[in-house]
């Protein structure tokens, strides 16, 4: 006789490939500022998803695979915080210098 208690974890079924994928660009350009190899161009060799981190291979100039988080890449999505704001922020610049040393008078008459 079956326990009632016991749950079955079933496995999600769906797509294993994004829809995307086919319309990823050939040239993959890195604009991660911080990676080494920014602002340079290279080859897309295939795409990959993996707990939840989606990754592309790359050709380097030698011909050897590197691995780059697609999110690093010219071909990612642009953050939807970014296209909203439209490089406008909700504070100026002469504001946030006196909201500084706002905090900083407060913090000496501590």
């Known amino acids: 006789m079956r326990d009632s208690n016991i749950f079955l974890c079933k ?3 769906g797509r294993r490939t ?3 994928v086919d319309s990823l660009p050939n040239k ?3 604009t991660h500022p ?20 989606q990754t592309i291979d790359c ?12 999110g690093w890449t010219d071909a990612a999505a642009e953050d939807p915080f970014v296209v909203i704001g439209a490089g406008r922020s909700c ?5 946030l210098i006196r909201l500084k040393a706002l905090i900083d008078e407060l ?4």
């Open 59 to 70: 050709l380097d100039l030698n011909g050897q695979l590197i691995n780059v988080p697609l």
């Open 34 to 53: 911080f990676h080494p190899l920014f602002n340079q161009q290279f080859e897309l060799v295939s795409y990959r998803r993996s707990w939840r981190k």
């Open 18 to 20: 994004a829809p995307f």
């Open 11 to 13: 496995r999600k079924k």
């Open 107 to 110: 913090k000496q008459g501590e």
């Open 28 to 30: 993959i350009r890195i």
């Open 91 to 95: 504070f100026r610049v002469e504001d």
